[in-house]
């Protein structure tokens, strides 16, 4: 078994938070001795797998790469941007109870798809909006996600955000999909390339809970894998492991703390193993996933 000398010096580096180090060091040893073949990766997209800040530059969601779209309506612009500037700060507060929360975020997201269906958004802009938008996927996600490939372990990207955009995204970061399955919020389109509506029910900060139930398919194509990597930047991301938690072994959670640090950070500590600090690149979770094999 690996030194757990090696595992602490991880969970006391730099941009690591950690409240019980015995237990997260616990759970990587029992998931090491299981090895990759055991492992699955659950991961949210925005602020997770992409940054919320580039340098000295706020980055953009998947649904921001199409609500600041410079070929959308300015009235659209300015509709979405009230939305989220009222119901973004209550995303990111912790004093809200979940129940609440999850009503406030089903509000935000049923007024904001509004919105995008009374546009008139075709696939071709859609395409667009990703190909211009300030969505950038972390550095060294690309590696993180060639050695998860070239060990067939599968990735579940769970998102609340806009899967086309995360799909082009991806294809544009020449990111294979081979062994990424994507659950997001979906637009269909007619044969003109028209949005006529989105999948329901709704993917929302505060559902995910509740969305996973009918990707049975998936998870019990996946039941053997027995230990999860959970990667999130909300605390309500930790919802994903209700996905797995009827067969799992150990569910690592990983959360990124990205903004309101202070105010958030005994939450975050309390909520997730692992708090990664300073909205970095994926050096951290490829060292974490290192410690797995």
Avoid at 36 to 47: T, V
Avoid at 48 to 68: C, P
Avoid at 69 to 79: A, I, L, P, T, V
């Amino acid at each position: 078994m690996m030194d757990l000398a090696k595992i602490r010096e991880f969970l006391k580096s730099k941009n690591i938070a950690c409240l019980n180090e015995e237990n997260a060091a616990r759970k990587i040893a029992e998931m090491r001795a299981d090895g990759y073949s055991k492992l699955q990766i659950l991961a949210d997209f925005d602020y997770t797998i992409s940054y919320l800040r580039y340098g000295s530059e706020r980055m953009s969601s998947s649904f921001g790469a199409v609500e600041r779209y410079s070929k959308m309506s300015q009235e659209f612009r300015d509709r979405t941007k009230a939305l989220h500037d009222h119901y973004y700060a209550l995303e990111v507060d912790g004093t809200i109870p979940k129940e609440k929360k999850a009503g406030l975020m089903t509000e935000w997201y049923t007024k904001g798809t509004v919105c995008i269906m009374e546009s008139g958004i075709t696939k071709a802009m859609m395409e667009d909006a990703a190909d211009t938008s300030r969505v950038k996927i972390r550095e060294k996600f690309d590696t993180f996600a060639e050695c998860l490939r070239n060990h067939s372990i599968p990735i579940l990207v769970f998102s609340a955000g806009l899967g086309q955009i995360i799909e082009r995204v991806f294809e544009n970061a020449s990111i294979p999909q081979s062994n990424i399955k994507i659950i997001a919020n979906m637009l269909q389109f007619d044969s003109n390339g028209t949005a006529t509506c989105f999948n329901t029910p709704l993917i929302t900060t505060g559902n995910k809970a509740t969305a996973c139930q009918k990707e049975t398919e998936y998870f019990n194509k996946n039941a053997e894998r027995v230990n999860s990597l959970l990667l999130g930047d909300n605390i309500e991301d930790t919802q994903m492991a209700t996905c797995v938690t009827g067969f799992s072994k150990n569910i690592l959670t990983v959360g990124f703390l990205n903004d309101k640090v202070e105010e958030r950070m005994e939450l975050y500590k309390n909520t997730f193993d692992i708090v990664i600090l300073n909205d970095p690149d994926f050096s951290d979770v490829i060292q974490l996933l290192g410690l797995l094999q």
